[in-house]
């Protein structure tokens, strides 16, 4: 079939003759190994030779096997393992000059000119110097007699491309590094649990978290966790500090509640560049409050254990675009840095983000702290704002008063991290002087009249706890709409938030035809998308999306471990989703499945005949575990039953089968670090619009709204999060099957198949083109990425 001409596909980039190696330099993180499977898988596959570089550029300076060709087996059964596991070293001998000799020397026997360096800021800017120096290095070699001109000739370019792999995701240009999501969800876990004893026995707990000139995770994790105070390098608290933190944890305690929560990072300083360390808190603490005080110091618990489902995908889809970008680089090109932003894949000068890096620490060097978090990028000065927004209530005396009463309530099936975004609603809508109310039990309780206000304290801990806390119900209101516009007029709702998944997004749209029926209905109408099945037309991502990946991917990684040291065995696997694979793909991606049946990419019997022999296939080597994931709406007669027997007769002699449908344990669990901190954000950013819409729409004595960018959704697309009047979302909507005509994670899918080795073509037209730094961000009336 001929391909759309807008399309470019990476069959005209081939990597035959071309050589790639891949390091892992400086500090290790969860991800690098997802990061050089990518790498390896898709430089095999457009024909290239991959070689390991073992221990970092100790490995390159030493030689030997050290470097070693790497074939597709040997990438196999890594993904799920943190760490990195061609090992990485800090080399003092690269800094020298003699040391890179060594290495060009090491490559250029190998033929070796394209580099990719998964590391630091530090690692990264050495790569770049090596690039720099290459032409040098090899006339030396020439002049010593160690290689002749012909190879000088051939190898006389080196190209280098970079991907961040540092848990303290202090690099600048990305908004996520890889490694950071997965330090978050250590620190969250530990957070949880702490919580629990804190609470019995009315403690305080100070934890001290890595980043010694980075405050990223200490900023995130405090904002999931709803932590009372935080200390962080980039913001020094303001002189007098201690009186203001014993004034607050104090003001807890006396609102009910039984803990506090202090997070330090450890390299948190006052204004006068005078370190703050977890134990000086402590005992501030102890002496003006007298509370139970225990210090806890993650240490490196924060950089191991398992890559989260973020940082595999992450990694995944960066090493793919790494490659390509190899491919496509010519001598002139810059060296680049592969990022993230908001959810597309960019390309960035690698020396531009390197020097806007070094920006940030001269700039905290020099005391302009508010410098230093704008060169932080976007979406660390919105992580701050936001946090200042919900932790510190501001006394009664200095709020707004709006005279407006705002209602927030969930709609449909519960979703981790609604409840954070509920919090973060209440809580800033109370900040610009409203009055909240929560409704429980969504329209059923609306209609009911189950609508109470709701306080600042009554949401203290909602962060962490996963379903709904206000109770939801898949009740649409067009059946209920004259009693719900009666219980409107009784509590004189004037704006309304709606967290959910595709009935919230049908709910809006019903309110907004009511309109011209019911003048109740004529005010800010705004929803939240929030379902596991990320089916919602107008954002890519959902609130909840996130734990449920990473409640498959976990037990991906378990079922296929109980197959460890047994006979070749295949996996089925059932997803929920409803008609949206969108769990289906992305859970395949991130644990490592050779296919991924999904209703909006229609299958036969030859696809599933031609899926048991790639199998077969694959058995005959190294590889014995098979994954394959379906969507539980993907075929009515090809059902997971189905699947599995004709799986287990046509392997018969070659493996075995077995199935698992993951059911609700995808729907249950603490939220995600990402999907609190992606609830938290979008509620707040909700709320302001609220408030601009309600004072835009407030004439002669009453809110009067009913245009249509005054019923809307907040989504995020691509790189920014947008406001969408869900009237204009109809168009875009499949209503019979609840999913979005279009879906960009469909564009995932071919990368999947290419890591489990299918022939396939994939889309290149929308990969990461060269930029600048400066022009990577949206504007300022746009937020940036989901953390």
Not at 262 to 288: F, M, N, P, Y
Request: aromatic share 6%; glycine share 10%.
């Amino acid at each position: 079939m001929a391909q759309p001409d807008n399309k470019k596909f990476f069959e005209n980039l081939t990597g035959a003759g071309k050589s790639i190696a891949v390091l892992t330099s400086g500090g290790d993180a969860q991800g690098m190994n997802a990061a050089v499977r990518a790498v390896v898988r898709m430089g095999i596959y457009v024909g290239a030779k991959v070689y390991f570089v073992h221990e970092g550029y100790q490995g390159m300076v030493d030689g030997g096997d050290n470097i070693k060709e790497a074939k597709w087996e040997s990438v196999s059964s890594m993904l799920q393992v943190g760490g990195t596991v061609i090992g990485s070293a800090r080399c003092k001998d690269f800094r020298t000059h003699e040391g890179r000799l060594k290495a060009a020397h090491n490559l250029v026997k190998r033929g070796i000119t394209n580099l990719c360096v998964i590391g630091g800021d530090g690692s990264l800017t050495g790569a770049n110097l090596f690039r720099e120096e290459w032409s040098g290095l090899l006339a030396e070699l020439v002049q010593q007699n160690l290689i002749d001109e012909e190879a000088a000739q051939k190898y006389s370019a080196l190209h280098i491309v970079g991907m961040v792999g540092s848990i303290d995701n202090d690099f600048c240009g990305t908004d996520m590094t890889i490694g950071t999501d997965s330090a978050l969800h250590r620190i969250i876990e530990v957070v949880d649990a702490i919580m629990t004893t804190a609470q019995s026995h009315q403690r305080t707990f100070v934890l001290e978290v890595m980043g010694r000139h980075c405050g990223y995770l200490a900023l995130v994790s405090a904002l999931a966790c709803g932590a009372d105070w935080v200390l962080i390098p980039e913001m020094p608290p303001e002189d007098g500090w201690e009186e203001k933190m014993c004034q607050k944890l104090s003001a807890t305690r006396s609102r009910g509640s039984r803990l506090n929560i202090i997070i330090v990072a450890e390299g948190a300083i006052d204004r006068h560049g005078k370190a703050i360390t977890s134990s000086i808190v402590k005992d501030l603490v102890v002496q003006c409050l007298g509370f139970d005080t225990r210090v806890t110091i993650l240490g490196h618990v924060q950089r191991g254990g398992t890559p989260s489902a973020f940082d595999r995908i992450l990694a995944s889809r960066m090493g793919v675009e790494a490659v390509l970008a190899l491919l496509e680089t010519t001598a002139n090109t810059p060296a680049c840095v592969v990022s993230l932003c908001g959810n597309q894949s960019v390309r960035l000068p690698l020396m531009e983000c390197v020097q806007m890096t070094q920006q940030v620490q001269k700039a905290m060097d020099e005391k302009k702290f508010e410098e230093a978090v704008r060169l932080r990028g976007r979406s660390f000065e919105n992580n701050l704002r936001t946090y200042k927004l919900l932790a510190h209530r501001k006394p009664e005396s200095e709020l707004p008063h709006s005279n407006y009463n705002v209602a927030v309530l969930n709609v449909g099936a519960p979703a981790a991290g609604m409840n954070a975004a509920v919090r973060s609603a209440v809580r800033v809508g109370i900040s610009e002087g409203h009055k909240m109310f929560a409704v429980s039990d969504g329209f059923e309780g609306f209609y009911k009249g189950q609508i109470k206000e709701i306080k600042w304290a009554d949401v203290g801990g909602w962060t962490g706890q996963g379903g709904s806390l206000l109770g939801t119900k898949r009740t649409l209101p067009a059946k209920y709409i004259e009693k719900i516009a009666e219980q409107m007029r009784k509590y004189n709702i004037n704006a309304l938030l709606v967290i959910g998944g595709f009935e919230a997004l049908e709910c809006l749209l019903q309110l907004n035809e009511a309109r011209a029926h019911y003048e109740e209905f004529c005010i800010p109408l705004c929803m939240l998308p929030a379902t596991i099945s990320n089916n919602v037309p107008g954002t890519d991502l959902s609130i909840g999306a996130d734990t449920a990946l990473n409640a498959i991917v976990e037990t991906c990684d378990r079922i296929k471990q109980s197959a460890s040291g047994t006979k070749h065995r295949v996996f089925i696997i059932e997803t929920m989703g409803g008609y949206c694979g969108y769990l289906a793909s992305v859970g395949g991606l991130a644990a490592g499945a050779d296919a991924a049946y999904i209703y909006e990419e229609p299958f036969d019997i030859r696809d599933l005949q031609s899926n048991v022999e790639h199998l077969t296939e694959k058995m005959k080597t190294s590889i014995q575990r098979g994954l394959i994931l379906r969507n539980e709406n993907s075929n009515e007669n090809y059902t997971t039953d189905f699947i599995y027997q004709l799986y287990s007769e046509e392997g018969r002699g070659v493996f075995d089968c077995r199935k698992n449908v993951l059911g609700h344990m995808q729907q249950g669990g603490a939220p995600s670090p990402f999907d609190r901190n992606f609830g938290t954000k979008i509620a707040a950013k909700a709320m302001q619009w609220i408030t601009k819409k309600l004072n835009e729409s407030y004439r002669q004595g009453r809110v009067f709204a009913n245009t249509e960018d005054s019923a809307c959704l907040l989504g995020m697309r691509r790189r920014a999060m947008v406001f969408q009047p869900v009237v204009q979302l109809k168009d875009e909507t499949d209503f019979v099957h609840r999913i979005p005509k279009e879906q960009w994670w469909l564009k995932l899918r071919p990368l999947m198949k290419i890591l489990a080795k299918y022939k396939t073509s994939y889309d290149v037209s929308d990969s990461g083109q060269l930029e600048h730094v400066a022009l990577n961000r949206p504007r300022e009336s746009e937020a940036t990425a989901a953390i």
